[in-house]
């Protein structure tokens, strides 16, 4: 859901390598390792990839042979980047007048099918695609509405302002009309001022804004009016460095994170909406663990929540989500997948993770 720089990286391992193995059994050389830890995304990309147009040929005769060969299709898109895809994608409908998102539509199934549809979509347009639905949605409550929280507040200013262009291509208005005429006040409010913004980008901070900005949040929260227009244009208007400056100060100033705080205000959808900005702003690997924690713990599995927070972070994040994860719920993420998948679909999203299928 991010802006990314894709590198070319070599997966051969040479015979004095040492490999590791992740707490789930799969191996690791130290250099993909190394790569891995540097670039916070786990998707593999072999060194030699192969052109777009034999892509397409092998994806072409994993659709066309006796059954769908999904370990084909699972491993070359799930190596691939979003470049990569993007040029499978357009050689595919040239070579073959078909659409490759369609042909994967009709080919596969469950929770499977959304995975690899939602990988190989564009990265904006795969986000437009989930804020659509969420909005389509009859019940748009915090778990609906939560992908429209971290589109705006866990990617960069440039990446949302693509799912915006994205959205308005796709479905002839934009995601701010979308929302003004589908969520009500006062989640409309916040949600509107959220996706509507353009923030600098670069680490920018201001001491003095922090502690002025920290004082009115407080302000704010002590009279249980967070959705005063002066808050929403805070966590809507600066950018993420100096947001994170503001937090520490009034954790600093006030002794309690702010997202504690804003809680105290009552526990509706609105504060969760709050608590749940701060978080993506402030530290978005936490609110990764704990939507793919909350996706697989009790009975059932929530896949729809697994599959986004996989693979809308898989290039951007998921080693500090990992990391994160065994923080807060001292356990290991991979596993916990492990167990509460099957079949293609827990290869998908393993494969994302950085496992060898």
Known sequence: MSSFSFKSFSWKKSKSSKSSKSDSGHSFSSEEERFLTENMGT???????PSPADDCDTL???????????????????????AQRKAIRETYLELYNESLIDRINSELSGDFRKAAVLWAYDPAERDARMAHEALRSYKKGIHELQVLVEIACATSPHH??????????????????????????????LLVGLVSSFRHDKEV?????????????HDAIKVKQINRNGVIWILSTRNFFQLRA????????????????????????????FKMAVWCIDSPEKHFAKVIHKAIVGLGTDEDSLTRAIVSRAEIDTMKIREEYSKMFKSNLEKDVIGDTSGDYKDMLMILLGAKV
Do not use: H
Not at 205 to 217: H, R, T
């Open 43 to 49: 998707v593999r990309v072999p060194e030699i990839v």
């Open 60 to 82: 072409k005769k994993a659709f066309d042979g006796w059954g769908t060969d999904e370990k084909a299709l699972i491993r070359i898109l799930g190596q691939r980047n979003a």
């Open 160 to 189: 949302l302002m693509a799912v915006r262009q994205a959205y308005c291509s796709l479905y002839d208005c934009s995601l701010e009309e979308d929302i003004f005429s589908s969520v009500s006040m006062p989640l409309r409010k």
């Open 205 to 217: 901070v201001e001491s003095f804004v922090a502690d002025s900005e920290s004082d009115l949040l």
């Open 246 to 273: 503001t937090f520490a100060c009034y954790k600093q100033k006030y002794g309690n994170p702010i997202d504690q705080d804003i809680m105290k205000c009552g526990t509706s959808d609105l504060e969760s909406l």
